[in-house]
């Protein structure tokens, strides 16, 4: 792991480029509303019960980090939660993805949206194990 001397932030490949500043998780969600407040909560809290992680606020999202980043909280809207799991294969599954960014055929961003808690099904449970697999690097070993 690198350390930006700046900011502190922790990254896997030394000299990564990133935004340094100084970002809290606070402050993401300020202004937010109470629903999305409480899904950015809730899926905090669903992820905990996988492994541990730190939260990584930067500018626009919160990053869910171990080794790497694997999945990432990146809008709040009105009643909604938009965010990302990072995989290391594209899973077609558009009851829970709405969008899937190809990254060299290295990793696919799989992005969705949760309206409600129960949007986090154990489906959509088992694609977060395997993101978090990604952020401890599993899929090199």
């Known amino acids: 792991m690198w350390t930006c001397p700046a900011c502190k932030h922790k990254f896997y490949n030394k000299n990564q480029s990133h935004s340094c500043g100084?970002?809290?998780?606070?402050g993401f969600l300020e202004g937010k509303s109470e629903k999305a407040t409480q899904l950015f909560h809730h899926f905090i809290t669903e992820y905990?019960?996988?492994g541990n992680f730190e939260l990584h606020p930067v500018k626009?999202?919160?990053?869910?980090?171990?080794?790497?980043?694997?999945a990432s909280i990146n809008k709040m809207g009105p009643d909604y939660l938009d965010g990302h799991l990072v995989l290391v294969e594209e899973m077609k599954d558009p009851a829970i993805f709405y969008r899937i960014d190809n990254l060299n055929n290295r990793f696919f961003v799989?992005?969705?949206?949760?309206?409600k808690?129960?949007?986090?099904?154990n489906t959509f449970k088992k694609y977060m194990a395997m993101a978090y697999r990604v952020g401890q690097r599993e899929h090199v070993k």
């Open 22 to 26: 100084e970002y809290s998780v606070d």
């Open 48 to 50: 905990k019960t996988i």
């Open 60 to 70: 626009t999202r919160v990053a869910l980090l171990t080794l790497m980043r694997f």
């Open 110 to 115: 799989h992005h969705f949206r949760v309206y």
């Open 117 to 121: 808690a129960e949007d986090i099904s």
